[in-house]
């Protein structure tokens, strides 16, 4: 019996609202699931800044890229699948408000109230990560003077990571983000299947795992684990200055992050092991077991994007 061989990918993911989207070198694919119970998969040319500034694709500065890249992408994908996954159903009749922006803005309501929804989510993330923090080491500070100073960066991440580790906790007790988690892990398992050169069906998909070391939930983890070493370096104990400074840090701690992430990607050892547990403990609460209609989305989405000459696969 022939040895099976491993490959990694450079094809990654995203859940979004009943579907998945699936990112190749070439093609991004968007599958939903409709109503009708059909999978709807869309498909347009992936872009990345890195092809148009080569610069972006240099170590460390090649992060930042991909992350903008992502979320640009990410931000379509996930409007496209939340107008998709109503498709059909009975519309109630609209509000005097709902009536008032259709009015005003048209067919860019979505994008409006998406682009809205993601500046408050921007704030309310700097609210929570950044100055919550820093003030409650101020207000600790203020009970047990100078001694707590040296430990800042450390109570500051912790801090960080619990309310990470909180605010998604309580996110997957809804049933909407629950599925989507369910969706998520159905990407990790699909990507696993095609990393073992295994036929993409719903079986072998199936019994793969659902964490995986190349995921976004992963890189947060790294990123705030990169930002407790990051803050031992700012002298500044003020709430708004201190996060000012973190701000400006993020583009580095990003690009440190990225360049992690791909390595545990890429090598299995003791190092990469040790770096990819956090990320894989998580993982527990943001991907879930998919049902078979979840994967059957995930392998419809993925077999659109993966490229005749095999130019994403790396064998191990």
């Known amino acids: 019996m022939a040895e099976k061989t491993k490959t990694i ?35 347009r040319p992936t872009e990345n800044l890195k092809d148009k500034y080569p610069i972006l694709g240099w ?33 109630e009749e609209p509000s005097r408000f709902e009536k008032w922006l259709d009015r005003v803005f048209g067919e ?15 704030a309310l993330a700097i609210l929570l990560f950044f ?31 619990a309310i990470f580790i909180g605010y998604v906790a309580l996110c997957g007790l809804q049933p909407d983000l629950r599925r989507t988690f369910q969706y998520h892990g159905a990407e990790h398992k699909t990507i696993f299947c095609y990393e073992n050169n295994e036929e993409l069906t719903v079986e072998n998909v199936r019994h793969h795992s659902r964490f ?29 200055l201190r996060t000012a400074v973190k701000i400006l840090c993020i583009p580095l701690v990003m690009g440190l992050g990225y360049e992690l992430i791909r390595l545990c990607g890429k090598k299995d ?14 993982q527990r609460i943001t991907t879930k077991e998919p049902d078979d209609g979840m994967i059957e989305v995930a392998i419809a989405a993925m077999e659109k994007v993966i490229p005749e000459n095999g130019e994403d696969r790396i064998v191990l």
């Not at 995986?212 to 700012?234: A, E, K, N, Q």
């Open 9 to 43: 990918t450079s094809i990654g993911g995203q859940a979004l609202v009943e579907g998945i989207m699936m990112r190749g070198p070439k093609i991004t694919a968007v599958g939903v699931r409709k109503p009708d119970k059909t999978i709807d998969v869309s498909e």
């Open 59 to 91: 170590p460390i500065i090649r992060g930042t890229a991909a992350m903008i890249d992502s979320m640009k992408i990410g931000f379509s994908a996930l409007n496209e699948s939340a107008e998709k996954s109503v498709e059909g159903l009975e519309e």
């Open 108 to 122: 860019k309501i979505m994008n409006v109230i998406m682009g809205i929804a993601m500046v408050l989510g921007m």
């Open 131 to 161: 100055v919550l923090p820093t003030w409650l080491v101020n207000l600790m500070k203020l009970g047990t003077g100078e001694s707590i100073e040296g430990w800042r960066s450390i109570i500051e991440g912790v801090m960080r990571i």
């Open 212 to 240: 995986h070391p190349r995921c976004g939930t992963s890189f947060m983890v790294i990123m705030l684990g990169l930002g407790i070493v990051v803050g031992f370096f700012i002298p500044f104990t003020n709430p708004f």
């Open 269 to 282: 050892n003791r190092l990469t092991r040790i770096i990819a547990a956090p990320g894989l403990w998580v």
